[in-house]
């Protein structure tokens, strides 16, 4: 196969691109080619100027500096590799022969224009002497510009693969986050009807349309935010906080938030949906079971480029043999996504602290949230009414 699919438009703009290094680069054998016939004037006694030199030499140089795009689309087109290994060899080789009588040509010219001590010989047999003393040379340049421009070209398609690699990688974690967060959607949606099946079944008509109410704007969110997997924290614990109104309606006096926000830390980037799932696990595993219910408190700060969101409650305890991937698919869920959007750089970490107190600690980098100001103000806009 190819090895390359890099198109003729675009590897005519990359020779367009390093015309300047092209020129760059030839420019050093001609300088010292020039250097070598001052010298040799001065060695003989011939004190010619050093302009002229370069005047001679450089002519049959730039012939290569411009043949040099040629030979590299020649080995795009014509690879020296199998299948026609053969018959590709056989034609640079011959274009290898062509370059050099066009070098020894325009040697001779410059030659026999610029030379301070014209020579009685005519220009078919200077051309041809030319072209034999400098055949290895040639034939060498040839096959020297036939690999850099291999290497030029396989550099630059082994940074286009790199880069396809990289924007699959980032499309398959956006698909992983993608089905992540739409998981979580239908497991919050069955848990907050089920807290409005057992208001209506206490006849609590008052809490259910309240309860209603409240899920419907939380719905609303859910909707409008669902291809968004960063917030800023403002937004997050907006979010939240309609959440616990939910089930401040369905635990009534039982349940006591307490909230301890750095003000430094509300435009901070976190996951969508992340409290929730938190809170989630606090509520029905540390407060539902105590009849007389308990605290939940919600904290953020920022310490030494850090960003460490809490979820606290005064309940019922972990369980023995507990572990934070087996618990639920909230809590299971946020360990996934964290992993997905931080890698090594976020944790997710539950304890059990002083007492009966828990602790969910989500600890991210700190970094500024780059939802667009726009969507952020007509989201706000469409919660006013």
């Not at 008052?206 to 609303?220: D, K, P, Q, Y």
């Not at 089930?247 to 409290?275: H, M, N, S």
């Not at 539902?288 to 460490?308: F, S």
């Amino acid at each position: 196969m190819p090895p390359t699919v890099m198109s003729d438009a675009t590897a005519e703009r990359l020779m367009r691109a390093r015309w300047p290094l092209i020129m760059a680069a030839w420019a050093v054998p001609a300088l010292l080619a020039s250097f070598e016939t001052y010298m040799f004037w001065r060695l003989a006694g011939q004190p010619h100027p050093f302009w002229r030199a370069v005047v001679m030499e450089s002519p049959a140089w730039v012939t290569y500096a411009l043949l040099t795009p040629v030979i590299f689309l020649l080995g795009r087109r014509l690879p020296p590799q199998r299948p026609h290994l053969a018959r590709n060899l056989a034609v640079h080789l011959l274009t290898a022969f062509v370059a050099g009588i066009a070098y020894a040509a325009i040697a001779t010219w410059a030659s026999m224009a610029f030379t301070p001590s014209p020579r009685e010989i005519t220009f078919q047999k200077m051309a041809l002497s030319w072209y034999l003393s400098a055949l290895p040379l040639t034939t060498l340049a040839y096959f020297g510009i036939l690999g850099v421009g291999a290497a030029i070209t396989f550099l630059g398609e082994a940074r286009r693969r790199e880069r396809d690699a990289a924007r699959l990688a980032a499309q398959l974690a956006e698909a992983r986050l993608g089905a992540l967060q739409m998981q979580l959607h239908p497991h919050f949606l069955f848990n907050s009807l089920n807290a409005i099946n057992v208001l209506a079944r206490d006849g609590d008509t008052f809490g259910v349309s309240r309860m209603i109410t409240l899920l419907s704007e939380l719905l609303r969110d859910v909707l409008r935010t669902d291809v968004t997997h960063e917030v800023p924290l403002s937004e997050e614990l907006a979010f939240a906080r309609r959440y616990l109104a939910i089930e401040l309606v369905r635990f009534e006096d039982r349940l006591r938030v307490i909230e301890d926000i750095d003000t430094d830390t509300l435009e901070l980037a976190v996951p969508c949906f992340v409290l929730q799932p938190l809170i989630e696990n606090a509520l029905r595993h540390g407060l539902a079971p105590r009849a007389a219910g308990g605290t939940i408190e919600i904290a953020a700060r920022l310490h030494n480029g850090v960003l460490e969101l809490r979820v606290q409650d005064d309940g019922a305890g972990l369980p023995s043999h507990w572990s934070v991937d087996g618990y639920g698919i909230g809590l299971s869920n946020t360990v996934a996504r964290v992993r997905e959007l931080y890698g090594p750089h976020g944790t997710v970490s539950v304890s059990q602290i002083s007492g009966d107190k828990t602790c969910a600690m989500i600890r991210i980098p700190a970094r500024a949230s780059n939802a667009p100001e726009a969507a952020r103000r007509e989201r706000e806009l469409a919660r006013a009414f």
